[in-house]
């Protein structure tokens, strides 16, 4: 197995402020990887450091067979950075700003066989902007912008920073539609970051949690949910007014029980799935309590990530 990117033990600091406390994590060549976690996680630093912007304060950063720290020269021409924060020559054309970021590329390097302006610019849903003003564009129509000028040279890995944080549901299809067709490509590598759930789920092969700049969980999206297997939840809806709370009180694996008298509802939380169901079954059957309906809550990654990112209160 090919592995684009190897990360190990890499560590950054701002003056006594550790952004990044040791990570380490490999991406697989022509896999989609998702870094997510919560604002002021330490993503976009990550990002910048395997992208040899940010310097490391220490550890070791492999793309593409090369190392970032010298030499990172050789690995830019084949690299494409989406930049969060983007702050373009507003008073260029689109057709303007793109031409000039393909001629500064290539002062870098001999040029590569990158996709045409037009190609990108229909797949991104902007060819009929190529005249507009960068600072005419909306914010999603910038954000593809960015987008777009990332894979103009044809990257081999592809570093998307928040995609489609702050846009529209139109827009932010629009782009999925989009990250999906770049992963068709065996040979291209597509990292990303996200706060969004959703997003994480539906493109990515691969999805590291991280969270005050370490990593707490890593896999494939139906592997971080089958880790939480071992706690479900299950509801139970009762008829009105016959059930009690204490008729379950010392059920041995049941982790959490939450009773709601105005709506008859219970929820209990155990590793035990079959046997908590028989438990509560059996005695509701035992006090004459009719059960209308029952549900067992798949966990959703949005449930892993929290459980992974939870700050401790005593905190
Ligand atoms: N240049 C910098 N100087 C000092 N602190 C920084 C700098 N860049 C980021 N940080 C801090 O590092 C932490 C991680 O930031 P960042 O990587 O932007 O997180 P994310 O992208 O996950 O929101 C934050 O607490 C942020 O304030
Ligand atoms: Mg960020």
Not at 14 to 43: E, H, T
Not at 166 to 187: C, G, M, V, Y
């Amino acid at each position: 197995m090919i592995h684009s990117l190897e990360v190990h033990d890499v560590r950054k600091s701002y003056g006594d402020f550790q952004a990044v406390k040791g990570m380490s994590f490999k991406v697989r060549q022509g896999s989609c990887f998702g870094i997510l976690g919560p604002n002021g996680a330490g993503k976009t630093t990550l990002l910048g450091m395997i992208e040899g912007i940010v310097p490391i304060s220490s550890g070791s950063i492999n793309l593409l067979g090369m190392d970032v720290a010298t030499q990172i020269r050789k690995i830019q021409p084949r690299i494409g950075v989406q930049l969060q924060q983007n702050n373009y020559f507003q008073f260029l054309s689109v057709a303007q700003l793109l031409k000039f970021y393909q001629q500064l590329r290539r002062a870098g390097g001999p040029p590569r066989k990158g996709q045409s302006i037009e190609w990108l610019l229909q797949r991104l849903g902007l060819s009929d902007k190529l005249k507009f003003k960068v600072d005419e564009l909306s914010g999603g129509q910038k954000q593809r912008l960015s987008i777009a000028i990332a894979l103009l040279e044809d990257p081999d890995v592809i570093f998307l920073d928040e995609p489609t944080s702050a846009l529209d549901p139109h827009s932010r299809h629009l782009t999925w539609e989009f990250i999906e067709q770049l992963k068709q490509d065996p040979n291209k590598t597509v990292i990303l970051t996200t706060h969004y759930m959703e997003e994480a789920e539906r493109l990515c092969d691969e999805i590291m949690i991280m969270n005050d700049g370490r990593v707490i969980a890593q896999g494939n999206p139906a592997e971080l949910v089958s880790g939480m297997q071992a706690r479900q939840a299950i509801q139970f809806q009762f008829a009105k007014g016959q059930f009690k709370l204490e008729y379950v009180q010392d059920l041995a694996d049941a982790t959490d029980l939450h009773w709601d008298d105005q709506t008859d509802r219970l929820r209990v939380t155990t590793r035990e799935v079959a046997q908590t169901m028989r438990s509560i079954l059996e005695r509701s059957q035992s006090q004459r309590i009719d059960v209308i309906n029952f549900d067992i809550d798949r966990p959703s990654l949005e449930d892993v990530f929290l459980s992974h990112t939870a700050k401790d209160p005593r905190e």
